[in-house]
């Protein structure tokens, strides 16, 4: 079984940053994809960012590319996505999830975190 905690999250004025951050667990970890993704009031989960295992594939929807960008250190079992020139429209709650296979949809992703809530002012 898989763990997620995500943190970071909060109040941010639009043009600022935040770094989000999700511990996992499972020590398996330096195996897994990792994906973040957002979901917005009334809106359905939608897919911001993935990581392969090894860091070196990365993907993002084109609404944050360039302004977002998601990493991990395997050492610490963490996955961060760091957001910058934020806008109104990034407000949602950010969610952590978890894989063992390349995948973008969130049906591709079998363990998720509780979600950090981001909300960014005009």
């Known amino acids: 079984q898989v763990q997620l905690v995500e943190s970071g999250g909060g109040l941010v004025q639009a043009g600022g940053s935040l770094r989000l951050s999700c511990a996992a667990s499972e020590r398996t970890f330096s195996t897994n994809v990792m994906g973040w993704f957002r979901q917005a009031p009334g809106q359905e989960r939608d897919f911001v960012a993935a990581?392969?295992?090894?860091?070196?594939?990365?993907s993002y929807a084109d609404s944050v590319k360039g302004r977002f960008t998601i990493s991990r250190d395997n050492a610490k079992n963490t996955v961060y996505l760091q957001m910058n020139s934020l806008k109104p429209e990034d407000t949602a709650v950010y969610y952590c999830?978890?894989?063992?296979?390349?995948?973008?949809?969130?049906?591709?992703?079998?363990?998720w975190g509780q979600g950090t809530r981001v909300t960014v002012s005009s």
């Open positions: 990581i392969s295992w090894s860091g070196g594939s990365t």
């Open positions: 999830a978890a894989t063992w296979r390349w995948g973008i949809d969130r049906d591709d992703y079998h363990y």
